[in-house]
């Protein structure tokens, strides 16, 4: 944050605390405790994973990101017109009374973080039944949202595990099915000493088939990685558009709009506790802190809406060039497992050759057998990653309801 920046946080903030709001983090987290409804949901740190393929752990910078991510869904429309169509929601006074009852609850609801995995949402304004009613049914809808996205996902990674089994299972019955006619026909012939020169041909056939197997999967997984890629934007001349939580993320580093933010936050709590004044002085500055909202607000979507198509270029072009370098990386690693695939096959064709010229069998049934078990292996392992993916699919999620809220202030 640059210098001007600053001042202007530390302007706002001592206009703040003129007006008679000094209080520290740790007394705003107390008194959030104490006087407003809350709840607070476990994000975990890392996400819980059966599969040792994808077991590597999140960086601080990565669970920084989630956090964030999931700190914008708690107000996020979407979430909102779902509690919204709640009717015990719609029902309660408070609502019915608002004017615009989804920005209604965008402003009156606030999300940080108690500890560094707990998320705590709550509602700004005195405790009561209805405001514990909202925070509870916004939580419900919240983690309803999280636990659709973290099924969507593993079903997709499904959908392309059952897809390449398939195909290998279809290789398995072919090869079987050839590994049975040869034994039929061997059956009717002399047996056949093997040279030196067979049997070493055998061994780096059998090498090859295994090498094999390992790039058939690596080739499956890059192309169900590319097919991933080109399904979920538009056509590569097209630009996927940027996320409203990337774009947020860009905006809370403006230096203006986080002192903005800072003041606007400080203004809803004046009025959240001065929404009954008692006295003709208490109602002006009551009247003078909304006018100080209005104006902040609007002050706030002047420079929201000036940067927001900036930033959302520039999120725009990064996004076309990481789509498109993933996509190349992912093309030339597929003609790349390709190409080695279709030098194995003409080599093993070309020793069938040599040695069938040499009045010797190349398919001798060891080495069709050894060539059958290495596709069983490899149905055997994505049939592995299937069905532990499977038991993923009913492990806990990553996001679990930690407390709800309450309407009275729990006995210590």
């Not at 779902?82 to 009156?108: H, M, S, Y």
């Not at 933010?261 to 004044?277: F, V, W």
Request: aromatic share 4%; proline share 3%; charged share 30%.
């Amino acid at each position: 944050m640059n210098t001007g920046a600053r001042l202007l946080v530390f302007a706002l903030f001592g206009a703040a605390c003129g007006g008679g709001c000094g209080e520290t983090p740790d007394e705003h987290a107390r008194s959030i405790s104490k006087n407003r409804a809350f709840a607070e949901v476990w994000i975990r740190r890392h996400p819980p994973r059966l599969l040792a393929s994808n077991a590597d752990d999140e960086s601080q910078e990565d669970f920084e990101d989630c956090r964030r991510a999931h700190s914008k869904i708690i107000k996020s429309p979407f979430v909102l017109n779902a509690v919204l169509r709640n009717q015990e929601v719609t029902g309660l006074k408070i609502v019915r009374d608002a004017t615009d009852p989804l920005k209604f609850l965008e402003e009156r609801l606030e999300v940080d973080f108690s500890e560094p995995e707990f998320m705590r949402i709550s509602f700004i304004g005195r405790r009561s039944k209805e405001t514990a009613t909202i925070v509870n049914a916004v939580v419900t809808e919240y983690l309803n949202e999280t636990a659709n996205s973290e099924h969507n996902v593993r079903s997709h990674r499904l959908q392309e595990l059952d897809k390449a089994r398939q195909d290998v299972d279809e290789q398995v019955r072919t090869k079987r099915h050839n590994l049975e006619r040869l034994t039929k026909a061997l059956q009717s012939r002399h047996s056949v000493v093997l040279t030196e020169q067979q049997k070493f041909t055998r061994e780096l056939c059998d090498r090859l088939r295994q090498e094999g197997v390992e790039i058939t999967l690596d080739l499956l997984r890059d192309k169900a990685r590319l097919t991933a890629l080109e399904e979920s934007d538009a056509p590569a001349t097209d630009a996927p558009p940027a996320s409203k939580a990337a774009i947020d993320r860009e905006l809370e580093h403006d230096g203006v709009i986080v002192a903005y933010t800072a003041r606007k936050g400080i203004l809803q709590e004046l009025i959240a506790q001065s929404a009954n004044p008692e006295t003709d002085d208490a109602l002006r500055e009551l009247d003078s802190f909304r006018r100080e909202l209005t104006a902040l607000e609007k002050a706030l979507s002047t420079r929201t809406n000036a940067l927001h198509p900036q930033i959302a270029e520039r999120l725009r072009a990064h996004a076309i060039r990481t789509r498109d370098t993933q996509m190349a990386e992912l093309k030339t690693a597929i003609r790349t497992h390709e190409k080695t695939l279709k030098q194995m096959q003409d080599h093993l064709f070309q020793q069938k050759v040599e040695v069938e010229q040499g009045n010797g069998w190349f398919y001798d049934v060891e080495g069709l057998k050894e060539d059958l078990e290495q596709s069983n292996k490899l149905y055997r392992r994505i049939s592995e990653e299937i069905a532990l993916l499977r038991l993923e699919q009913n492990a806990q999620s990553r996001v679990i309801l930690h407390r709800s809220a309450q309407a009275e202030p729990e006995t210590p």
